[in-house]
């Protein structure tokens, strides 16, 4: 049973982390932290966090779309594979132990982090690609859904990333593509969690109305303002997602 006081809680969190994640990602690591404490199981506080942040990147992929941000003709197949990736990394989940990939991906988005800063032309504007679309719907679609599906955290700032490196897009592009990938994921991972019957309708769709707006308010906001306003909270977010993880697998005390 939701008590009257957890409506406020998860609206508010929902609003918050979709606006923050439509930006630069990272909006699980409100969400799921919320979730996990009023939830008594785990399992079903990550199936809810899916069934919220759906709301989330539908509403601003819709958005980025409307915008003319989003090319779905040439989006569709990288869509289709980081759906199949996640669907593939939430089974692989359940075959191997996921030590040692929490460990790895602090030191991975800290070097994020550095080469972020590094160059701060990065992402203002359209360069040439280094992969070729084919190329990147199977390494960047399908190997990061693989990626959201076995672990998560970090997914939206991953597929931004990959999209400047790997496509050459600017910031703007990048994020508006990588909700849209992201979206994939998450439809994907909630699909299995559903069949499990591991999701609590009620807080998921009160977080997904909050998320809905939030994620809308932020879209508007990365179409209108542009890369000189998203770069910073982009890398804070990097640099707050590399710190979450870091205290989770080394310095939080055992159980």
């Known amino acids: 049973m939701i008590e009257w006081w957890h409506i406020g809680l998860l609206f508010l969190t929902g609003l918050?982390?979709?606006?923050?994640?439509?930006?630069?990602?990272?909006?699980?690591?409100?969400?799921?932290?919320?979730?996990?404490?009023?939830?008594?199981?785990?399992?079903?506080?990550?199936?809810?966090?899916?069934?919220?942040?759906?709301?989330?990147?539908?509403?601003?992929?819709?958005?980025?779309t409307r915008a003319g941000a989003l090319n779905w003709r040439a989006i569709r197949r990288a869509w289709l594979l980081t759906f199949l990736g996640a669907l593939c990394g939430v089974l692989l989940l359940q075959q191997f132990d996921t030590r040692l990939i929490k460990q790895l991906m602090p030191v991975l988005l800290l070097a994020v982090a550095l080469f972020?800063?590094?160059?701060?032309?990065?992402?203002?504007?359209?360069?040439?690609?280094?992969?070729?679309?084919?190329?990147?719907?199977?390494?960047?679609?399908?190997?990061?859904?693989?990626?959201?599906?076995?672990?998560?955290?970090?997914?939206?700032?991953?597929?931004?990333l990959a999209f400047m490196l790997g496509l050459g897009f600017n910031l703007v592009r990048a994020t508006a593509n990588a909700k849209a990938l992201n979206w994939a994921s998450n439809v994907a991972a909630l699909t299995l969690f559903l069949i499990a019957g591991k999701v609590w309708f009620a807080a998921g769709l009160i977080m997904g109305a909050g998320q809905w707006l939030g994620a809308r308010a932020g879209s508007r906001m990365v179409t209108t303002r542009g890369t000189k306003f998203i770069r910073p909270i982009f890398l804070t977010m990097v640099v707050l997602i590399t710190l979450k993880l870091i205290y989770d697998n080394y310095l939080r005390p055992a159980v």
Not at 35 to 58: E, H, R, Y
Request: hydrophobic share 40%.
């Open 116 to 160: 972020i800063w590094r160059r701060p032309q990065l992402g203002e504007s359209d360069i040439h690609p280094r992969l070729s679309r084919g190329q990147f719907d199977f390494i960047c679609g399908f190997g990061l859904g693989v990626y959201d599906g076995f672990f998560g955290p970090g997914m939206g700032t991953f597929l931004a």
């Open 16 to 64: 918050t982390a979709g606006f923050v994640d439509s930006l630069a990602g990272g909006g699980g690591l409100l969400t799921v932290p919320v979730l996990l404490n009023i939830c008594p199981d785990p399992l079903v506080a990550l199936g809810t966090n899916k069934l919220q942040a759906s709301f989330g990147s539908t509403s601003a992929t819709l958005h980025f």
